[in-house]
């Protein structure tokens, strides 16, 4: 067993390398930025197009603005700490990190689900103008891609579960969500930036 | 053997350390994108300016700490990739807003 353990954390140098998945997800996490910039193009462009409709001024509040960007922000550093805990093969540290990071990011699709229920009620959906179709699909699939990761790191928490190590495979998966997670992160700062503060000038 | 596991991976990984570095400069720079706007202490234009360069350096915080970007060889294919979607988003978002604008003004739609 113990001769085991040395083994891996002595392949740890050897992964050092970036393997091949790690760098094939980057390549995807490339061609999303590419959808994510034509979103932000569309946006670039409707943005005044209010149709006598609300504009951002009117339906935008820091408030809960600020506590989504803080959640995603904290969660981004929750999962490093897990990705540290990885390295050091500390399974069930791993787990706890995940789990923090799961609540953050479900607290943040939480919050950004009200605000499009409370928009909608309001007579301010997708359909009200063309300023607001594309409002909801740059945020919408950004809240998309979040839930997505959320679904991606119970995965990783059941497979870790009852592990005592973690394999080659296994790190390769908790590197490229790390990727994943960041990434997503990146692109709010984006969002926030350009969608509701430049709109809330 | 540990020490040196633990050693190694705090350069390549980040250790407790950078992340929290890039967590408080992140911190602070969404808190000042946030002040900017709400206190209002620039023109409208000076306000999309500061927010601009604040998320740009952002950005770059998090590229830096959080994905661990950087300039070792073993990165080489991962940064070219990476120039080259941030050349073509940036033809993208620059062109798109450059005809829109163009044709807009030309119909005399504002």
């Known amino acids: 067993m113990a001769q085991n353990t040395t083994v891996q954390t002595d392949g740890h140098d050897e992964h050092h390398h970036e393997s091949p998945v790690v760098f094939g997800f980057w390549v ?37 603005l ?4 803080a ?45 499009f229920a409370h928009m909608i009620a309001d007579g301010a959906g997708p359909d009200r103008s063309a300023f607001l179709s594309a409002f909801f699909t740059l945020v919408s699939t950004h809240g998309l891609h979040v839930t997505c990761g959320l679904i991606w790191i119970v995965t990783l928490i059941v497979q870790l579960m ?10 390769n998966k908790l590197t490229c969500l790390s990727l994943f997670w960041h990434f997503l992160d990146i692109v709010w700062i984006c969002v926030f930036t350009y969608v509701y503060l430049a709109s809330m000038i | 053997m ?17 992340y929290v570095i890039g967590f408080v400069l992140a911190v602070i720079l969404t808190v000042l994108s946030f002040a900017v706007v709400s206190t209002h202490s620039l023109s409208p234009t000076g306000t999309l300016g500061a927010l601009s360069v604040l998320a740009l350096v952002q950005v770059l915080v998090h590229l830096h700490y959080f994905l661990h970007m950087g300039g070792s060889s073993e990165q080489r294919w991962n940064n070219i990739a990476f120039v080259f979607t941030v050349s073509f988003v940036a033809i993208l978002i620059v062109g798109t807003v ?3 604008t163009n044709t807009a003004a030309h119909m005399m739609s504002r």
């Not at chain 1, 700490?81 to 787990?95: R, T």
């Open chain 1, 28 to 64: 995807y996490l490339m061609t999303d930025c590419i959808i994510f910039g034509t979103l932000f193009a569309a946006f670039a462009v409707l943005r005044n197009q209010f149709n006598g409709g609300p504009t951002g001024h009117e339906l935008f509040e820091f408030g809960g």
């Open chain 1, 66 to 69: 600020g506590l989504e960007t």
């Open chain 1, 71 to 115: 959640l995603l922000l904290v969660s981004s550093i929750t999962y490093g700490f897990g990705m540290i805990a990885a390295h050091k093969a500390e399974v069930s540290k791993v787990i706890m990190w995940l789990g923090v990071t799961f609540l953050l990011g479900l607290g943040f699709v939480g919050l950004e689900v009200r605000e």
């Open chain 1, 162 to 171: 009852g592990t005592t190590e973690i394999p080659e495979r296994m790190m």
């Open chain 2, 2 to 18: 540990s020490t040196s596991h633990t050693s190694s991976s705090g350069e390549s990984h980040g250790s407790v350390a950078s």
């Open chain 2, 98 to 100: 450059f005809i829109m």
